[in-house]
């Protein structure tokens, strides 16, 4: 049995960081592309960032880059995301999933997924 438990989500003032933790558990996701996606009320889900099973390659999308780093630990089966700078506009339930076989921005394409942690960023 997969699976994928985000935490480190919370309240933060504008300007403030936080890290997001993914851990997966039930087998190992070593090589397995692993990736951020986020969705604010009212909205759909978007894709934040993605990192490859090496950790050698990563991409952004636009709204977060400069601002967030994803990075991974394959000793520990876990996925960061560093965020940095944080907005309003960043609030959002924060979701990690894993592909098996793609590097890609696409959530159609990612096989498992965690059931999100909550970021909510204030004035």
């Known amino acids: 049995q997969a699976q994928l438990v985000e935490s480190g989500g919370g309240l933060v003032q504008a300007g403030g960081s936080l890290r997001l933790s993914c851990a997966a558990s039930?087998?190992?996701?070593?090589?397995?592309?692993m990736g951020w996606f986020r969705q604010a009320p009212g909205k759909e889900r978007e894709f934040v960032a993605v990192?490859?099973?090496?950790?050698?390659?990563?991409h952004y999308a636009d709204s977060v880059k400069g601002r967030f780093t994803i990075s991974r630990d394959n000793a520990k089966n876990t996925v960061y995301l560093q965020m940095k700078s944080l907005k309003p506009e960043d609030t959002a339930i924060y979701y990690c999933?894993?592909?098996?076989?793609?590097?890609?921005?696409?959530?159609?394409?990612?096989?498992?997924w965690g059931q999100g942690t909550q970021v909510t960023v204030s004035s």
């Open positions: 990192i490859s099973w090496s950790g050698g390659t990563t």
């Open positions: 999933a894993v592909s098996s076989s793609t590097f890609t921005t696409r959530g159609s394409r990612y096989d498992y």
């Open positions: 039930g087998r190992t996701f070593s090589t397995y592309h």
